[in-house]
């Protein structure tokens, strides 16, 4: 009965990598197609490897699969797949990140990855009533320098996009790498968010709220450890995508009994659940909202309430608004 309910029940996904929704069977079809050979012989060896120890064991592997992605059409294919597999389960809008550089640095071009994946976003939002974010994220194990560069190669697209982020390996790699990149994109009038509190320490989010100015935290789990950033985070009523299986997957918790959401809704922090890189991860965002429900106990009510802040953490503006209601 629950299930059922979590499965229908309007969710909006607010921390997704578009590259982490590559499924086995599509990163072989798209390895054929593009003729590219893969380390791997079969879809069943591959899901075999999804097997990781920490962050960098994921990103390894992921950055690895993202190579089949050439044309504009493969970066269609993979949206248009994500958004008719969600739009089974209840989530009628979605915020999605993707990694520029993981491309370009390939000879890809923006133009490619940014048409192919906002042409397959308008096709979702026209034909399966998904509305959008689109949001680009720099690699944190570059430097600022190459950030800077691909903020030059993104101005063309500007109005494609609702906020700029910051993800990959955390650990050594604090948001105030990025201070100068970040004041730029806040000068063009764009929303930042940036992970942190996943691997790395308090003082990461800190650092992205001081620095970088947040709109929003990714993960932020570690914030518990700082009962003052608590608080600054409560008064600056900023929202967190936290994003339950991906932390089981990466053994940023041990079992999801552990996770931090209880604990971090109980102290009124505006909590959201999703699920970041759901190929690799082992669930959409309904298999996140059931299975933390089922470890945490969550009752029905917060379950409403964690959906309810899904659509009130977006980035949605006012017509997307009217177009839900
Ligand atoms: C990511 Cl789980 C996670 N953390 C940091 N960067 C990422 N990129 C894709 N998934
Ligand atoms: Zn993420």
Not at 134 to 142: A, C, E, T, V, W
Not at 230 to 241: F, N, P
Not at 277 to 286: E, I, M, N, R, S
Request: proline fraction near 4%; glycine fraction near 6%; aromatic fraction near 10%.
């Amino acid at each position: 009965m629950m299930n059922y309910f979590l499965t229908k029940l309007p969710k909006a996904e607010l921390h997704l990598h578009i590259e982490g929704t590559l499924e086995p069977e599509l990163m072989f079809l798209l390895a054929q197609r593009n003729h590219i050979t893969l380390k791997y012989d079969s879809v069943e060896a591959l899901r075999e490897a999804y097997n990781f120890q920490n962050l960098q064991d994921f990103l390894d592997l992921y950055y690895e699969g993202a190579a089949v992605l050439i044309h504009e059409k493969d970066f269609y294919d993979l949206t248009m797949a994500y958004l008719k597999r969600v739009h089974q389960d209840g989530t009628i809008h979605v915020e999605i990140f993707f990694d520029p550089q993981t491309h370009t640095h390939r000879g890809v071009s923006m133009e490619t990855i940014v048409r192919g994946i906002h042409r397959a976003l308008e096709d979702g939002k026209r034909w399966l009533g998904v509305t959008y974010v689109l949001i680009p994220s720099f690699l944190r194990h570059l430097s600022e320098e190459d950030a800077l560069k691909t903020w030059e190669e993104l101005k063309p697209f500007l109005p494609f996009f609702g906020a700029i982020g910051l993800d990959s390996s955390e650990k050594g790699n604090p948001p105030s790498k990025f201070k100068n990149v970040f004041q730029e994109v806040r000068n063009a009038g764009l929303r930042v968010v940036a992970h942190a509190g996943e691997e790395g320490p308090a003082e990461y989010i800190w650092d992205a709220m001081n620095t970088l100015k947040i709109d929003r935290i990714d993960h932020g789990n570690r914030s518990l450890e700082d009962l003052e950033l608590m608080a600054a985070i409560h008064k600056a009523d900023l929202a967190m995508t936290l994003c339950p299986l991906s932390n089981l997957s990466l053994k940023v918790v041990a079992d999801l009994v552990d996770h931090p959401l209880q604990e971090l809704m109980d102290r009124g922090v505006r909590v959201t659940i999703n699920s970041d890189d759901p190929a690799y991860f082992g669930g959409y965002l309904a298999q996140n909202y059931i299975s933390l429900q089922q470890s945490l106990q969550l009752t029905k009510e917060q379950m409403i309430q964690l959906a309810r802040n899904s659509f009130d953490a977006s980035f949605i503006t006012e017509t997307h608004r009217i177009e839900l209601h």
